[in-house]
């Protein structure tokens, strides 16, 4: 099957898994909500980001955290845009993620140099964004959610979560095909309108995606499954993320999207050692 993605001309080979290091510019985000605020601080991150091993770098002005408050498409382009600039300007190389579940902030974007759309509604909160990303012909990462980031948590009731899971991804995959979106990554959705236990269940469960013969991310970094778990905080879940990350290798994550990119690396590393 096909692990490489095109992103602005390059193919980035996810056969060796890769790292998407976070960049929030949103003020509540549940772990780093405000913590770049000015120029400096946000490029000295992105360099460190970068120098520690992260192929992607994943921009949100959205905090999608359970019940975040809502941000209206002008707030999150007025954040995200001149970030986006920033960044490239700064790193011409850097390949950039865009965290949006809207078509126009995902063209705005891609427009500024962004090479890639991840969108935790899978396209089901904007009824264009299957069309846009396809003429845009960069690579998109496809969630699973229910509902809204102010919704979700109240929708967490499933038959059999693997199994429907499976089946949104098969029919939103498709879909996605006929508007010709050709570089498709699956995401989970950890931690969206899914319970503790359901996570577990899902992560227990993650090699049973591969069958849709599409590279997978996993989106566990600092998460409350983690931190709820080993009762603690998400200031003191990296031990706890990269045990997880481990795991998630080994059931055939291909990308890890992650706070903390060096511990990231290793995990990689090490799973790789293992392979050999």
């Not at 591969?210 to 879940?237: E, F, V, W």
């Amino acid at each position: 099957m096909n692990m490489t993605l095109n992103c602005k001309g390059k193919l980035i080979d996810l056969n060796t898994p890769k790292v998407m290091g976070i960049l929030n510019v949103t003020p509540d985000s549940f772990y780093d909500g405000g913590q770049f605020k000015d120029e400096k601080s946000i490029l000295l991150h992105v360099e460190k980001l970068l120098t520690e091993g992260a192929t992607f770098i994943d921009i949100g002005a959205y905090s999608s955290r359970p019940g975040a408050d809502f941000v209206s498409e002008e707030e999150e382009l007025r954040r995200l845009i001149p970030i986006v600039n920033l960044v490239i300007a700064s790193f011409p190389e850097s390949m950039i993620s865009i965290d949006s579940f809207r078509s126009r902030v995902i063209k705005e974007a891609m427009g500024a140099g962004a090479a890639m759309a991840n969108d935790i509604s899978g396209g089901q909160l904007d009824p264009q964004m299957f069309e846009t990303v396809g003429a845009l012909g960069v690579p998109y990462i496809m969630m699973h959610m229910r509902g809204t980031p102010q919704t979700m948590q109240q929708m967490t009731n499933y038959s059999n979560v693997v199994q429907e899971l499976y089946t949104y991804f098969s029919e939103r995959v498709q879909l996605a095909r006929t508007h010709q979106i050709k570089d498709i990554i699956l995401d989970l959705g950890f931690g969206f309108s899914k319970r503790r236990e359901q996570n577990f269940k899902l992560l227990s469960s993650f090699d049973f995606y591969k069958h849709l013969n599409l590279p997978i991310l996993a989106g566990l970094s600092r998460k409350s499954m983690i931190y709820k778990t080993l009762n603690t905080t998400a200031d003191q879940a990296l031990n706890g993320s990269s045990a997880l990350h481990m795991v998630a290798l080994q059931k055939g994550a291909k990308l890890l999207r992650v706070h903390d990119v060096k511990e990231a690396v290793e995990c990689i590393q090490l799973h790789n050692a293992l392979q050999k």
